[in-house]
T-cell receptor, first 111, second 114 residues
Framework: EDKVVQSPLSLVVHEGDTVTLNCSYE??????LLWYKQEKKAPTFLFML????IEKKSGRLSSILDKKELFSILNITATQTGDSAVYLC???????????FGKGTLLTVNP | SAVISQKPSRDICQRGTSLTIQCQVD?????MFWYRQQPGQSLTLIAT?????????ESGFVIDKFPISRPNLTFSTLTVSNMSPEDSSIYLC???????????FGPGTRLTVL
């Protein structure tokens, strides 16, 4: 069965710290891997990764995919309290564009 | 990017009743989806809303329980029928961007069933 595993499940850091969130996947028909930030109800799109080794960057956030080892990481540098959220990893595969999500990492950034 | 709105934002309903959730997009989109997030769980796809035809449901979800309409390329509804407390969840409509794999979520509807 296809699946997505995120680690750690939760993380508490202080403002200014750098964090690395992990996502591993086992899929039979991989197309892309996506990262979302969920603060209240709606997940907000962060990155979509399709190729290994190409870093995507947006401000203090960056992400990279390793298709050989079947994992992705999301890095956040100089964390701020506004980064506190659940970070979700999902893969897209198959013919119906369904996203399959991991359980998420709850990040808490304390002042 | 498209602006997505959902109504209602939240609701508290009685067991056995039904609730219809609306999703409106400010531009035409090809693919729209409905997801559910139960408390403490991650997101699960309910169905793909197809314009002008019946929705395509994922395993474990059926049309009688979650009827979906999509009369045009900017609007869809999801009905949660004969509700039970297990239906308490966040329901999210979602649309596909230029790359169909990139999906954007609406603001969500938080449903509590008593």
């Amino acid at each position: 069965e296809d699946k997505v595993v995120q680690s750690p499940l939760s993380l508490v850091v202080h403002e200014g710290d750098t964090v690395t969130l992990n996502c591993s996947y086992e899929v039979t028909n991989f197309r892309s891997l996506l990262w979302y930030k969920q603060e209240k109800k709606a997940p907000t799109f962060l990155f979509m990764l399709t190729s290994s080794g190409i870093e995507k960057k947006s401000g203090r956030l960056s992400s990279i995919l390793d298709k050989k080892e079947l994992f992705s990481i999301l890095n956040i540098t100089a964390t701020q309290t506004g980064d506190s959220a659940v970070y979700l990893c999902a893969y897209s595969g198959g013919s119906n564009y369904k996203l399959t999500f991991g359980k998420g990492t709850l990040l808490t950034v304390n002042p | 990017s498209a602006v997505i709105s959902q109504k209602p934002s939240r609701d508290i309903c009685q067991r056995g009743t039904s609730l219809t959730i609306q999703c409106q997009v400010d531009s035409q989109v090809t693919m729209m989806f409905w997801y559910r997030q139960q408390p403490g769980q991650s997101l699960t796809l309910i169905a793909t809303a197809n314009q002008g035809s019946e929705a395509t449901y994922e395993s474990g979800f059926v049309i009688d329980k979650f009827p979906i309409s999509r009369p045009n390329l900017t609007f869809s509804t999801l009905t949660v029928s004969n509700m039970s407390p297990e239906d308490s969840s966040i329901y999210l409509c979602c649309l596909a961007g230029v790359s169909t794999d990139t999906q954007y979520f609406g603001p969500g509807t938080r449903l509590t069933v008593l």
